[in-house]
């Protein structure tokens, strides 16, 4: 186990897409566990591959430890296959953009679905902050970052913490 460096905006690595994840073997499951550890350790709810510099459609989410149950999720090659017309407006933060708090409308409820580390296929319907937090974690495969998403004057109040970050 190993905490892992996590990149910060505007590293161009947060702006890539990333590619699949083929091969579930020993560095695939290192490097999850590495990101989980690196995320409780940060400490945050949700972490994706690029956030770690690593190119791959993966990422780790616990919506509950800070509560004092733990259950962590590892989720790769994971896509929304359903939302809801229903948007709810919640607080994001993200570890790769400490400070800024973003807030963001985004469906209510989703159906994720993602392969995990024993290569079983799963499909979920996720509500509340595990839905929040799965479609920014998912953003991030994309290059997407919760910024991207602020209407005009969140942008405007967090543009002088982005600039002095650039
Ligand atoms: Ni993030």
């Known amino acids: ?10 590293d161009p690595r947060l702006r890539l897409p990333c590619t699949p994840v083929t091969r579930i073997d020993d560095a695939l499951r ?4 590495d990101m989980l550890e690196t995320m409780y350790a940060a400490p945050g709810r949700g972490l994706a591959g690029p956030q770690v510099g690593v190119l ?4 780790v989410m616990d919506v509950t430890w800070k509560e004092g149950t733990p259950s962590p999720r590892i989720c790769l090659n994971p896509e929304i296959l359903a939302a ?24 209510a409820e989703i159906t994720l679905r993602w392969t ?3 290569g079983a296929v799963l499909e979920q319907d996720l509500s509340g902050f595990a839905a929040t937090c799965a479609q920014h974690e998912l953003d991030h495969l994309n290059g997407r970052l919760c910024i991207d998403l602020l209407d005009e004057p969140a942008r405007a109040a967090a543009s002088p913490a982005l600039a002095a970050m650039a």
């Open 56 to 59: 791959l459609r993966l990422f």
């Open 84 to 107: 809801s017309p229903e948007t709810v407006t919640r607080t994001e933060g993200c570890l790769s953009i400490p400070g800024i708090d973003c807030p963001v409308a985004r469906p």
């Open 1 to 10: 186990m190993a905490i892992l460096p996590i990149l910060r905006f505007p």
């Open 30 to 33: 290192q490097l999850a566990a």
């Open 116 to 118: 995990d580390l024993t």
